[in-house]
C-alpha cells in the first residue's frame, strides 16, 4: 500500500488498483480507481468549471494491531474539503464523514492482517474488479456499509411504489419509461453520484449497499456533504449543469394525442382552442406523420404545406413541436448512406436489427458526431427550416426490440459501458445545434435522460405508462425523485398514456385526477393513446402515415361537459400561477431546486416529512395533495409546521397535524402557506 500527495489529490496504489480522491466542488470529492496503467479522462455527468479547492492531505503512520497480539505501523490517510472528509486504512479502504460524524463506509469482510471480527474468512473485498475475458472492461462491483434508518431518494424514475429506495434494487439501464440518473440522496445529509453509465445494478440493502458496473474501464463516484436537501442539490448541480430559464410562453397549456395525422387536423383543433379562448402555448405533431422511420420529414400527402401551417399556429401565438425517432428503417432513403457511414449502432451477432416497430430498422448511433451532424442537417432542412420550434426526441433510450445490451456497440465502446448515456447524446444531437442557431433557451421533450441532462434543454416525460390509479400513484414519487436526481423539468401523460375506452367513467374521473395534478407540476401537457381504435385509417395502402391508427380526441372538451368546465377552470388556475411559475423556473436555473419538491425539501427538520409521498410541494407555497384513488372523495394530509390556507374554501389550519379535507371532483385539496 503506498499514499502520494499529486497537487491537491490524494493518490494510493493497492495490489494493481490506482485510486484518486481530488476535491470537485463546494464540500465535495471525487473517486476514481482503474485497474489500468492510468485514468480515462472522461468527466461524463461532472461537466461543469468548478473551484477544485485546496484539499487537506494527512498521511501518516498509526499502531495497528496485527493478528499474533503485537502493534506495527500502518500507514492511513486523510483527506478533507470543507464538510467532507475521507479517510483510507492500511487496507485501502475508505469511510466518508460529514462534520466529522460517519456516512458512508466501504464494506469489507476480509483478511487484513488485524484481529477485527469483520476481517476473518468472508474474503469480501469493497472494490472487486473481473476482468472480461477479450476486452480492456472490467465488471466492477463496489460495496458500502448500509446505515440503519438511512432513507434514499432520487436515482430518477422507476416504475413501482417506493419513493424511498432503501430497500430497493434499482436495474441502472434505460427503458421506456424507466429514466437512470444515478444520484442518491440521503437523509444522513449527503448526495451521492455514481458517474458511470455502464448498464449495471445498485442494491440500497439493509445489510449493504452495492453498485455493480457490467462493463467498464474505472470507477467514477462523486459524493457531497449537505446541511439539508437543499444544499445537497444545490452541490449536485453546481458540479453537472443547471437547467436554463424556460419560456414564459411554454408555461400554460401544451396540446398532444396520438396522434394528428394531418396538418388540417392540427389546424382544426388550435382554431377551435382559439375560438373557446383557450391559449394553447404549444401543439404537439406526433409520429408517422413522415413517410418512412429515418426519413425525418413530412409525408407531403397529409401535410402538403408545412410552412404554412406553422406560419398560421405561430400567428395564434403556438409554438410547434415534431416527434423524431433515432430509428431508421432499411427502406429509409436515410439508411443507406447513414449504414455505410458507420452512423447507426451495431450488433455484436445476428441481424444488424434494434428495433422492429412498424418496420425493420436500426438506431442511429448518437455518441458519434458524424452522425449527429447528419441527422441534424436532415432535420434541419425538412423541419427546422420550416418554422419548427421544438422537437419530440421520442424512444430516446433507446427503445429497443430487446433490451440485449451485450449485444449492440457504439462507437464510444459497448453498449454495456456506455448506453446510459445514449438519451442525452441524442437530445445533444439538437440541443447543441439550435442552441447556435437561436437566441433564447432551448426546449425539447424527451423520453428518457441521465445525470447532467437537465443543462440540455430536456423537458422529460415519464413514457408510455397505463391510464390506471395505480399508475397515477406511481407517477407522484417519478416526478419527486426525478427532482431530487437533478432533473426539474419534468411531465407525465395527463391520464397516463394507454387508454382502452374514454368513454369509460372511471378513466374520465382518472383523467380529472391527473389533469389537476398537472395544473400544480411543471408542465401541463395533454397526451395519450385513446381507444377504441375505430377511426377508419386514411389509406390502409400507403406505407406511410396513412394506414396507422390514430386515438380518439384528447381535447379538452372531448370528455363532455361537466369534465370541461372542471379542466378550463383549473386550466385559469394555471394561467392565474404564471408568475409563482416563473419564479420556480427561475430557482431551477439559479440553485437546482425541482419544481416538484418532497415534502422534506421544504421542511427538511420535520421527520414526518421524510415518510410522506402522496403529497408534496409545489415550490415553496403550495401545499398539493392530489387524489389517488378511484372514488375517493375525502382524504387525510398532514400539515408541517406553520399556518395554511384551504384554497377551496379559504379555511386557516395551524400546522404540525394531520387535517381531514373534502375532495369532490371538482377539487383537489391544495393548501397555501400563509
Not at 434514499?152 to 434499482?170: A, P, R, S, T
Request: glycine share 8%; hydrophobic share 35%.
Amino acid at each position: 500500500m503506498r499514499f502520494e500527495r499529486d497537487e491537491s489529490a490524494l493518490v494510493f496504489f493497492h495490489q494493481g488498483e490506482r485510486v484518486r480522491i481530488e476535491p470537485w466542488g463546494k464540500d465535495s470529492l471525487r473517486v476514481r480507481a482503474c485497474m489500468l496503467p492510468d485514468f480515462s479522462g472522461r468527466d461524463w455527468a461532472l461537466t461543469e468549471d468548478v473551484d477544485r479547492g485546496k484539499a487537506q492531505i494527512v498521511i501518516e503512520e498509526v499502531d495497528h494491531w496485527v493478528g499474533d497480539g503485537t502493534i506495527d505501523k500502518r500507514e492511513k490517510a486523510t483527506i478533507a474539503n470543507g464538510r467532507i472528509k475521507a479517510v483510507v486504512n492500511h487496507a485501502g479502504v475508505m469511510a466518508f464523514y460529514r462534520d466529522d460524524r460517519l456516512i458512508l463506509r466501504e464494506y469489507f469482510r476480509a483478511y487484513d492482517g488485524t484481529v477485527s471480527r469483520e476481517s476473518r474468512c468472508l474474503k469480501v473485498v469493497n472494490r472487486e474488479w473481473r476482468g472480461i475475458i477479450g476486452g480492456t472492461e472490467y465488471a466492477l462491483n463496489v460495496k458500502f456499509e448500509s446505515n440503519r434508518g438511512e432513507k434514499i431518494f432520487g436515482m430518477g424514475q422507476y416504475q413501482q411504489e417506493c419513493m424511498d429506495m432503501k430497500g430497493c434494487v434499482l436495474e441502472l439501464a434505460q427503458r421506456n419509461s424507466q429514466i437512470s440518473v444515478p444520484f442518491a440522496v440521503s437523509n444522513m445529509g449527503y448526495g451521492f453520484l455514481w458517474n458511470n453509465p455502464a448498464v449495471g445494478r445498485v442494491t440500497f440493502g439493509k445489510n449493504y449497499y452495492e453498485w455493480i458496473a457490467r462493463a467498464t474501464r474505472e470507477m467514477d463516484y462523486w459524493i457531497t456533504a449537505g446541511e439539508n436537501p437543499r444544499e445537497i442539490l444545490e452541490n449536485y448541480t453546481a458540479v453537472t449543469g443547471r437547467a436554463d430559464r424556460f419560456p414564459e410562453d411554454l408555461m400554460g397549456l401544451w396540446q398532444c394525442k396520438l396522434r394528428y395525422r394531418t396538418q388540417d387536423e392540427v389546424l382544426e383543433v388550435a382554431r377551435r382552442y382559439q375560438k373557446e379562448g383557450i391559449k394553447i402555448d404549444q401543439i404537439v405533431i406526433d409520429f408517422f406523420h413522415w413517410t418512412l422511420q429515418g426519413d425525418w420529414k413530412f409525408d407531403k400527402k397529409y401535410w402538403p404545406d408545412p410552412k404554412a401551417m406553422v406560419d398560421e399556429l405561430h400567428s395564434m401565438g403556438i409554438r410547434v413541436i415534431v416527434s423524431v425517432w433515432p430509428s431508421v428503417d432499411r427502406k429509409s432513403e436515410n439508411f443507406g448512406p447513414m449504414m455505410e457511414k458507420g452512423l447507426l449502432m451495431r450488433t455484436e451477432r445476428g441481424a444488424a436489427q434494434t428495433y422492429d416497430f412498424q418496420g425493420d430498422c436500426v438506431e442511429i448511433d448518437a455518441f458519434n458526431p458524424e452522425t449527429r451532424k447528419y441527422v441534424w442537417e436532415v432535420c434541419k432542412r425538412n423541419y427546422y427550416d420550416y418554422g419548427i420550434d421544438a422537437f419530440w426526441l421520442d424512444n430516446s433510450e433507446p427503445d429497443l426490440g430487446r433490451y440485449d445490451f451485450e449485444n449492440y456497440r457504439y462507437c464510444e465502446g459497448p453498449a454495456l459501458a456506455v448506453s446510459n448515456l445514449y438519451p442525452q447524446m441524442f437530445s445533444r444531437t439538437f440541443y447543441e445545434e439550435m442552441a447556435r442557431e437561436r437566441k433564447g433557451p432551448v426546449v425539447n421533450l424527451l423520453r428518457c435522460g441521465w445525470a447532467g441532462s437537465q443543462k440540455y434543454g430536456n423537458v422529460i416525460w415519464s413514457g408510455d405508462v397505463p391510464s390506471t390509479f395505480e399508475a397515477f400513484a406511481d407517477q407522484l414519487q417519478c416526478g419527486l425523485n426525478m427532482g431530487l436526481a437533478g432533473i426539474p423539468w419534468w411531465t407525465t401523460d395527463i391520464g397516463g398514456f394507454m387508454t382502452d375506452d374514454v368513454n369509460d367513467p372511471d378513466f374520465r374521473q382518472l383523467l380529472i385526477r391527473w389533469y389537476q395534478f398537472a395544473v400544480y407540476s411543471p408542465v401541463l401537457r395533454m397526451h395519450g393513446d385513446r381507444g377504441p381504435y375505430n377511426i377508419p385509417a386514411l389509406d390502409e395502402r400507403d406505407w406511410g402515415g396513412g394506414y396507422l391508427h390514430t386515438g380518439q380526441p384528447n381535447e379538452l372538451w372531448s370528455y363532455g361537459e361537466e369534465n370541461y368546465a372542471i379542466m378550463r377552470r383549473y386550466y385559469e388556475i394555471r394561467i392565474s400561477m404564471h408568475d409563482y411559475i416563473k419564479s420556480l423556473y427561475e430557482e431551477a436555473h439559479e440553485n437546482g431546486s425541482p419544481l416538484l419538491r418532497a415534502m422534506f425539501y421544504e421542511f427538511p427538520q420535520d421527520d414526518k416529512c421524510w415518510e410522506l409521498q402522496d403529497q408534496y410541494m409545489f415550490g415553496s407555497r403550495y401545499l398539493a395533495a392530489p387524489i389517488l384513488c378511484l372514488n375517493q372523495f375525502e382524504r387525510e394530509v398532514y400539515l408541517p409546521e406553520g399556518s395554511w390556507r384551504l384554497t377551496s374554501t379559504g379555511e386557516t389550519f395551524e400546522g404540525k397535524r394531520t387535517v381531514k379535507v373534502s375532495a369532490p371532483l371538482e377539487y383537489m385539496p391544495v393548501f397555501e402557506k400563509m
